[in-house]
Protein backbone atom coordinates (compact mmCIF):
# COMPACT_ATOMS: atom_id res chain seq x y z
CA UNK A 1 0.00 0.00 0.00
CA UNK A 2 1.34 3.86 -0.77
CA UNK A 3 1.96 5.49 2.56
CA UNK A 4 3.81 8.47 3.76
CA UNK A 5 5.55 8.44 7.13
CA UNK A 6 6.76 11.55 9.09
CA UNK A 7 8.50 9.41 12.48
CA UNK A 8 8.20 12.51 14.46
CA UNK A 9 5.45 13.73 15.69
CA UNK A 10 7.36 17.06 17.50
CA UNK A 11 10.75 18.44 16.67
CA UNK A 12 12.40 21.25 19.30
CA UNK A 13 14.99 23.19 17.82
CA UNK A 14 16.53 26.06 19.10
CA UNK A 15 16.10 29.41 17.53
CA UNK A 16 19.51 30.03 14.67
CA UNK A 17 20.52 26.04 14.50
CA UNK A 18 19.47 24.23 11.51
CA UNK A 19 16.14 22.13 11.39
CA UNK A 20 15.02 18.77 9.79
CA UNK A 21 11.77 17.54 9.38
CA UNK A 22 11.40 13.79 8.39
CA UNK A 23 9.39 12.32 5.58
CA UNK A 24 9.67 8.82 3.84
CA UNK A 25 7.48 7.36 1.67
CA UNK A 26 6.38 4.04 -0.19
CA UNK A 27 5.29 4.73 -3.28
CA UNK A 28 5.74 2.48 -6.72
CA UNK A 29 7.29 4.71 -9.74
CA UNK A 30 9.14 8.15 -9.82
CA UNK A 31 6.66 9.74 -6.85
CA UNK A 32 6.21 13.42 -6.97
CA UNK A 33 6.71 14.88 -3.15
CA UNK A 34 5.52 18.12 -1.46
CA UNK A 35 6.00 20.18 1.26
CA UNK A 36 3.43 22.24 3.04
CA UNK A 37 3.31 24.57 5.88
CA UNK A 38 0.18 25.12 8.46
CA UNK A 39 0.58 27.73 11.11
CA UNK A 40 -2.32 28.18 13.72
CA UNK A 41 -5.81 28.69 12.40
CA UNK A 42 -4.85 28.61 9.12
CA UNK A 43 -4.80 26.37 5.67
CA UNK A 44 -2.02 24.85 4.02
CA UNK A 45 0.88 26.49 2.69
CA UNK A 46 2.87 25.32 -0.52
CA UNK A 47 6.64 25.41 0.68
CA UNK A 48 7.95 23.56 -1.73
CA UNK A 49 7.88 19.91 -4.27
CA UNK A 50 10.26 17.71 -6.03
CA UNK A 51 9.25 16.78 -9.90
CA UNK A 52 12.15 15.82 -11.27
CA UNK A 53 16.10 16.77 -11.56
CA UNK A 54 18.40 18.05 -8.92
CA UNK A 55 17.74 16.00 -5.44
CA UNK A 56 18.01 19.25 -4.20
CA UNK A 57 15.06 21.63 -4.34
CA UNK A 58 14.97 25.47 -2.99
CA UNK A 59 11.47 26.46 -1.66
CA UNK A 60 9.76 29.11 0.26
CA UNK A 61 10.96 31.15 3.24
CA UNK A 62 14.18 30.09 3.27
CA UNK A 63 13.16 25.94 3.10
CA UNK A 64 14.54 23.73 1.15
CA UNK A 65 14.37 19.63 0.66
CA UNK A 66 16.49 16.84 -0.07
CA UNK A 67 15.15 13.74 -2.24
CA UNK A 68 17.21 10.48 -1.68
CA UNK A 69 15.47 8.05 -3.85
CA UNK A 70 17.64 4.91 -2.60
CA UNK A 71 16.61 5.63 0.94
CA UNK A 72 13.10 6.84 -0.56
CA UNK A 73 12.86 10.06 1.61
CA UNK A 74 12.87 13.57 1.33
CA UNK A 75 13.56 15.49 4.64
CA UNK A 76 12.59 19.08 5.13
CA UNK A 77 15.71 21.02 5.84
CA UNK A 78 16.47 24.92 7.09
CA UNK A 79 20.14 25.93 7.88
CA UNK A 80 19.05 28.41 10.61
CA UNK A 81 15.45 27.94 12.53
CA UNK A 82 13.46 31.19 13.14
CA UNK A 83 10.87 31.33 16.16
CA UNK A 84 8.42 32.24 13.69
CA UNK A 85 9.24 28.92 11.93
CA UNK A 86 6.94 27.35 14.22
CA UNK A 87 4.08 25.51 12.64
CA UNK A 88 2.80 22.36 11.29
CA UNK A 89 4.80 21.01 8.65
CA UNK A 90 2.81 18.21 6.11
CA UNK A 91 4.84 16.02 3.43
CA UNK A 92 2.28 14.66 0.28
CA UNK A 93 3.15 12.28 -2.07
CA UNK A 94 1.39 11.57 -5.58
CA UNK A 95 2.00 8.70 -7.44
CA UNK A 96 2.92 9.59 -11.31
CA UNK A 97 0.35 7.89 -14.07
CA UNK A 98 -2.96 7.76 -11.93
CA UNK A 99 -5.52 8.93 -15.07
CA UNK A 100 -7.90 11.44 -13.68
CA UNK A 101 -6.56 10.58 -10.11
CA UNK A 102 -4.83 13.52 -8.66
CA UNK A 103 -5.04 12.81 -5.07
CA UNK A 104 -2.28 13.57 -2.59
CA UNK A 105 -0.87 11.02 -0.09
CA UNK A 106 -0.29 12.63 3.47
CA UNK A 107 1.87 12.02 6.24
CA UNK A 108 0.07 13.00 9.55
CA UNK A 109 1.96 15.98 9.97
CA UNK A 110 5.49 17.07 12.21
CA UNK A 111 4.88 19.89 15.05
CA UNK A 112 8.18 22.42 14.54
CA UNK A 113 8.71 24.05 17.78
CA UNK A 114 11.62 26.75 17.73
CA UNK A 115 12.65 28.10 20.86
CA UNK A 116 14.01 31.48 21.10
CA UNK B 1 -4.89 32.13 -0.73
CA UNK B 2 -4.65 31.49 -4.06
CA UNK B 3 -7.57 33.13 -4.82
CA UNK B 4 -9.95 30.62 -2.98
CA UNK B 5 -12.72 31.49 -0.33
CA UNK B 6 -14.90 29.15 1.68
CA UNK B 7 -18.16 29.85 3.43
CA UNK B 8 -18.96 29.65 6.06
CA UNK B 9 -15.35 30.76 8.28
CA UNK B 10 -17.43 29.02 11.20
CA UNK B 11 -20.50 26.81 11.76
CA UNK B 12 -22.15 25.20 15.02
CA UNK B 13 -25.22 22.82 14.49
CA UNK B 14 -27.51 20.25 15.53
CA UNK B 15 -26.69 16.51 15.44
CA UNK B 16 -29.72 15.65 12.32
CA UNK B 17 -29.29 18.50 10.20
CA UNK B 18 -28.39 19.17 6.76
CA UNK B 19 -25.47 21.22 6.42
CA UNK B 20 -23.48 22.35 2.83
CA UNK B 21 -20.47 24.21 2.54
CA UNK B 22 -18.92 26.77 -0.50
CA UNK B 23 -15.64 26.61 -2.10
CA UNK B 24 -15.27 29.75 -4.32
CA UNK B 25 -12.24 29.88 -6.90
CA UNK B 26 -11.22 32.68 -8.84
CA UNK B 27 -8.39 30.51 -11.06
CA UNK B 28 -10.30 29.04 -13.40
CA UNK B 29 -8.92 25.44 -12.10
CA UNK B 30 -9.90 22.12 -13.09
CA UNK B 31 -9.32 19.84 -9.90
CA UNK B 32 -10.81 21.04 -6.69
CA UNK B 33 -10.82 18.74 -3.09
CA UNK B 34 -12.62 18.41 -0.09
CA UNK B 35 -10.49 17.36 2.85
CA UNK B 36 -11.42 17.29 6.72
CA UNK B 37 -8.41 17.39 9.04
CA UNK B 38 -8.69 16.06 12.60
CA UNK B 39 -5.91 15.56 14.89
CA UNK B 40 -3.73 12.52 14.63
CA UNK B 41 -5.59 11.80 11.58
CA UNK B 42 -3.54 14.63 9.33
CA UNK B 43 -5.43 15.46 6.27
CA UNK B 44 -8.17 12.90 4.77
CA UNK B 45 -9.61 13.33 1.27
CA UNK B 46 -13.61 13.08 0.92
CA UNK B 47 -14.43 13.87 -2.53
CA UNK B 48 -12.79 15.67 -5.83
CA UNK B 49 -13.54 17.14 -8.70
CA UNK B 50 -12.42 16.74 -12.29
CA UNK B 51 -14.64 19.06 -14.00
CA UNK B 52 -17.91 20.43 -13.82
CA UNK B 53 -20.57 17.38 -12.91
CA UNK B 54 -17.09 14.70 -12.96
CA UNK B 55 -16.96 14.28 -9.20
CA UNK B 56 -15.14 10.88 -7.25
CA UNK B 57 -15.13 9.43 -3.70
CA UNK B 58 -12.00 9.88 -1.29
CA UNK B 59 -10.96 8.01 1.69
CA UNK B 60 -13.55 8.97 3.57
CA UNK B 61 -17.13 9.98 1.82
CA UNK B 62 -19.89 8.42 3.88
CA UNK B 63 -22.12 10.91 4.59
CA UNK B 64 -21.03 13.43 2.33
CA UNK B 65 -22.09 14.25 -0.93
CA UNK B 66 -20.63 17.09 -3.32
CA UNK B 67 -21.74 18.89 -5.96
CA UNK B 68 -19.94 21.02 -9.13
CA UNK B 69 -22.13 22.85 -11.99
CA UNK B 70 -19.74 25.33 -12.68
CA UNK B 71 -16.23 25.30 -12.97
CA UNK B 72 -15.64 28.02 -9.45
CA UNK B 73 -18.08 26.89 -7.06
CA UNK B 74 -17.29 23.08 -5.56
CA UNK B 75 -19.78 22.34 -2.56
CA UNK B 76 -19.71 19.77 0.42
CA UNK B 77 -22.92 18.64 1.92
CA UNK B 78 -23.57 16.83 4.66
CA UNK B 79 -26.80 15.33 4.33
CA UNK B 80 -27.33 15.05 8.36
CA UNK B 81 -25.05 15.74 10.61
CA UNK B 82 -23.22 13.88 13.11
CA UNK B 83 -20.98 14.81 15.89
CA UNK B 84 -18.02 12.68 14.30
CA UNK B 85 -18.32 15.46 11.41
CA UNK B 86 -17.44 18.01 13.87
CA UNK B 87 -13.98 19.05 11.99
CA UNK B 88 -12.22 21.47 10.10
CA UNK B 89 -12.69 21.39 6.03
CA UNK B 90 -10.17 22.40 3.74
CA UNK B 91 -10.89 22.90 -0.02
CA UNK B 92 -8.38 22.89 -2.30
CA UNK B 93 -7.59 23.31 -5.85
CA UNK B 94 -5.14 22.54 -8.85
CA UNK B 95 -4.74 23.25 -12.38
CA UNK B 96 -5.28 19.37 -12.98
CA UNK B 97 -1.72 18.51 -14.44
CA UNK B 98 -0.33 15.67 -12.40
CA UNK B 99 2.91 17.46 -11.44
CA UNK B 100 0.54 20.15 -9.82
CA UNK B 101 0.89 21.67 -6.65
CA UNK B 102 -2.29 21.85 -4.57
CA UNK B 103 -3.69 25.01 -3.24
CA UNK B 104 -5.73 25.42 -0.36
CA UNK B 105 -8.28 27.65 1.16
CA UNK B 106 -8.68 29.18 4.60
CA UNK B 107 -10.90 26.65 6.25
CA UNK B 108 -14.39 25.63 7.90
CA UNK B 109 -14.42 24.62 11.13
CA UNK B 110 -17.75 22.45 11.46
CA UNK B 111 -19.02 21.68 15.03
CA UNK B 112 -21.72 19.20 15.17
CA UNK B 113 -23.82 19.44 18.39
Known amino acids: AQSVAQPEDQVNVAEGNPLTVKCTYS??????LFWYVQYPNRGLQFLLKYITGDNLVKGSYGFEAEFNKSQTSFHLKKPSALVSDSALYFCAVRAPNAGNNRKLIWGLGTSLAVNP | DAGITQSPRHKVTETGTPVTLRCHQT?????MYWYRQDPGHGLRLIHY???????DKGEVSDGYSVSRSKTEDFLLTLESATSSQTSVYFCAISRGEVTDTQYFGPGTRLTVL
Open chain 1, 27 to 32: VSGNPY
Open chain 2, 49 to 55: SYGVKDT
Open chain 2, 27 to 31: ENHRY
